[in-house]
């Protein structure tokens, strides 16, 4: 069966360092991958996506990345946080028969 | 791209009552719509699904209904118990999904 893991699960940083999550997928091939953010507990909001190694959507313009260096791999990062960047960041990736979205367990991040 | 948006952001019922929560969507070309509940601090996980070519579908006390032509849908939850207190997500798209902001389920005993 498919599983889905992210980590770390909870990051606590300074305004200006560098930010690194990384999420993988085991159990299937050529996911599409997701990264959302869901800020003040509430709405997800779609940050990157990708249909392949190298791939990379971005939804909205900000100071993070997104990067696929393996098929099962999605990392998401920052080279100097924001306040504005804390938040529960979540990994998902899409059944391509089904287009249901499956979540990681999430990333809450606090940017200090 | 795609706008969802779902009301209402907060709803307390007494266990046993009906919920339901509602949600538009703008892009036509949208065929699939999800929803999804959130237990504090856990995860989205779906509940339940619907497709552009069905009208409504049920599962137990859970149901959804589609209107392609209003552009809007929404989830009834029957029965209400305390365990089904939680947020929960609408979300429409095909190639990405687009999420409403969420609405806060509180079922009283």
């Known amino acids: 069966s498919q599983t889905i893991h992210q980590w770390p699960a909870t990051l606590v940083q300074p305004v200006g360092s560098p930010l690194s999550l990384e999420c993988t997928v085991e159990?299937?091939?050529?996911?599409?991958l997701y990264w959302y953010r869901q800020a003040a507990g509430r709405g997800l909001q779609l940050l990157f996506y990708?249909?392949?190694?190298?791939?990379i959507s971005s939804e909205v313009p900000q100071n993070l990345s997104a990067s696929r260096p393996q098929d099962r791999q999605f990392i998401l990062s920052s080279k100097k946080l924001l306040l504005s960047d804390s938040g529960f960041y979540l990994c998902?990736?899409?059944?391509?028969?089904?287009?249901?979205?499956?979540f990681g367990e999430g990333s809450r991040l606090t940017v200090l | 791209g795609e706008n969802v948006e779902q009301h209402p952001s907060t709803l307390s019922v007494q266990e046993g009552d009906s919920a339901v929560i509602k949600c538009t969507y703008s892009?036509?070309?949208?065929?699939?719509f999800p929803w999804y509940k959130q237990e504090l601090g856990k995860r989205p996980q779906l509940i339940i699904d619907?497709?552009?070519?069905?009208g409504e579908k049920k599962d137990q006390r859970i149901a959804v209904t589609l209107n392609k032509t209003a552009k809007h849908f929404s989830l009834h939850i029957t029965e209400t118990q305390p365990e089904d207190s939680a947020v929960y997500f609408c979300?429409?798209?095909?190639?990405?999904?687009?999420f409403g902001k969420g609405t806060m389920l509180l079922v009283s005993p």
């Open positions: 998902a990736w899409a059944g391509l028969s089904t287009g249901e979205l499956f």
């Open positions: 159990g299937t091939s050529n996911p599409n």
């Open positions: 990708s249909v392949g190694i190298g791939q």
């Open positions: 892009d036509s070309a949208s065929n699939y």
């Open positions: 619907i497709r552009s070519n069905v």
């Open positions: 979300a429409a798209g095909y190639s990405t999904l687009t």
